[in-house]
């Protein structure tokens, strides 16, 4: 069935009158549609979590009518954008995830087609249509529903981005009482949903399909370095080369030819015009070695349109983040040979956190000195991951990898030293913490920035305030306060 016409779905447009050699002209004005580019992505997440949208004319691009009874719960970790939505796509009820994009073709920017992770996606979720809308699949080759929300948003989109772009960050519901709250049942609650959120990540990674642990960082070290934009394609990455082949290679430069190479990122001699003779030179070298090597090993080449480098700084360009993981698979580094016995090593060591920083360092070759990718030369710098971002590496893969260690053996001791470990941690300095240092609440460590996470996201977005301790202790108050009058 076709899908009947979103017309009537908003405000007819703004008409101007003009006066035109004394005859009267209506002119009506119509809303021109946005640049893809200039929207963000999370705006489109808002407008689906939010239901901005006519629920009752939404359509799947085939015709289908698309019901959403619950759009899911945001995920803030690598994966789709929302886990466990209910919707229903023409006559058959669905539960599982939402994949959001600005337009169609992010589903295949972002390689979503070739990462097994995605099959779970029951529907995509465009603002806007382009060349591949209806033209989706899965990994697995199936077809994957999709709805296209511009032509059913209520109010005029440019309202709707102001509004996005303005909106106060602090505006929580308990926000004019926070500080009514005392501060040790604030600090006791964020502390529990800490340890709520890290057994979650230890759940979520027991569910992944991987033949050992070590399989399982190897991934999640990967997709770490990949950032938001670049997680997935550093995902499928790690799986293309798994550890038991990369083993079989001592040489440094094959490790990084081969990474390189499978990553589709060695560009070809005929883009290599204007580079200096150097990085002519060395990339040439590495297309010559991977096609050598892939003969041996016979690895898909992955599109380089996968990669993501718009709005990216350098230092975060996929293929220097590609070289630094490299570091932990030449000899001597983490990932060589298994590295579980390892991070317990570092568990039981004098400084716990000085012991895993070390372990995670990556320094790449001395080419990445004066290099962020593979066509032009730099000013020279250190190529070396930087503390930051090691100690992102471990709260967000090394110490869930640890804490399922530590399940899978019945062992305790293992997992209270990870919440030191998390203890001894910074704070993450990011939008939710922003927001309740705003409320006179700072993150102490990364395990009270973790728990302010899971606090922001699985109570303050899902409107669970009579769920949450704090919610419940307002309320009571309130309560109290009402029956001493």
Not at 317 to 326: D, G, K, M, T
Not at 328 to 351: F, H, I, K
Not at 409 to 431: K, N, W, Y
Not at 469 to 475: E, H, N, P, S, Y
Request: hydrophobic share 40%.
């Amino acid at each position: 069935m076709a899908a009947r016409s979103p017309a009537r779905l908003s405000a007819p447009p703004p008409v101007h009158l003009y006066t035109v050699d004394g005859t009267r002209v209506a002119v009506t004005v119509h809303e021109p549609t946005p640049d893809p580019a200039t929207v963000p992505e999370a705006f489109v997440q808002d407008l689906w979590h939010e239901r901005r949208y006519a629920a009752e004319d939404l359509r799947t691009t085939d015709g289908r009518r698309v019901q959403v009874f619950d759009p899911g719960c945001a995920n803030t970790d690598a994966g789709p954008d929302f886990v466990n939505a209910h919707v229903r796509i023409g006559d058959i009820e669905w539960r599982g995830d939402v994949e959001i994009h600005v337009t169609s073709r992010g589903w295949v920017d972002h390689a979503h087609d070739t990462d097994a992770r995605y099959n779970s996606v029951v529907l995509h979720v465009a603002l806007q249509a382009d060349a591949w809308t209806g033209n989706l699949h899965r990994e697995d080759a199936s077809s994957l529903p999709e709805t296209i929300l511009l032509p059913h948003v209520r109010a005029p989109l440019r309202a709707l981005l102001h509004a996005f772009h303005t909106r106060a960050e602090d505006a929580l519901p308990c926000a004019p009482r926070w500080e009514a709250v005392p501060s040790a049942v604030r600090t006791d609650w964020i502390r529990r949903l800490a340890r709520r959120r890290m057994n979650a990540k230890r759940d979520r990674l027991a569910r992944r399909e991987a033949p050992s642990l070590a399989a399982r960082l190897h991934e999640r070290l990967f997709a770490g370095l990949g950032y938001a934009k670049n997680d997935a394609p550093m995902t499928t990455l790690a799986r293309h080369l798994p550890l038991p082949l990369v083993a079989e290679l001592d040489d440094p430069r094959d490790l990084e030819a081969l990474h390189l190479g499978t990553a589709g990122l060695i560009p070809d001699p005929a883009h290599l015009l204007e580079a200096d003779r150097a990085t002519a030179d060395h990339a040439v070298a590495l297309r010559h070695r991977f096609e050598r090597l892939n003969v041996r090993f016979d690895r898909p080449v992955m599109p380089r349109t996968t990669w993501t480098f718009f709005r990216l700084r350098p230092t975060n360009f996929p293929p220097l983040r590609i070289a630094q993981a490299v570091a932990w698979l030449r000899p001597g580094g983490l990932l060589r040979t298994d590295p579980l016995p390892q991070l317990r090593d570092a568990l039981t060591a004098e400084s716990p956190l000085e012991a895993l920083r070390s372990l995670l360092q990556a320094e790449p070759s001395d080419f990445w000195r004066t290099h962020f990718h593979l066509r032009k030369a730099t000013s020279e710098r250190d190529p070396s991951l930087g503390r930051s971002r090691i100690d992102t590496l471990i709260t967000n893969a090394v110490l869930p990898v640890l804490l399922l260690d530590a399940d899978r053996r019945d062992d305790t001791g293992p997992s209270d030293a990870v919440f030191d470990v998390l203890s001894a941690l910074p704070a993450s300095r990011d939008r939710v913490t922003r927001r309740f240092r705003n409320l006179g609440t700072r993150a102490q460590s990364a395990l009270e920035a973790q728990g302010m996470h899971q606090l922001y996201r699985a109570y303050c977005e899902a409107g669970g305030c009579l769920q949450c301790t704090i919610g419940r202790w307002l309320v009571d108050g309130d309560a109290t306060s009402e029956s001493n009058r």
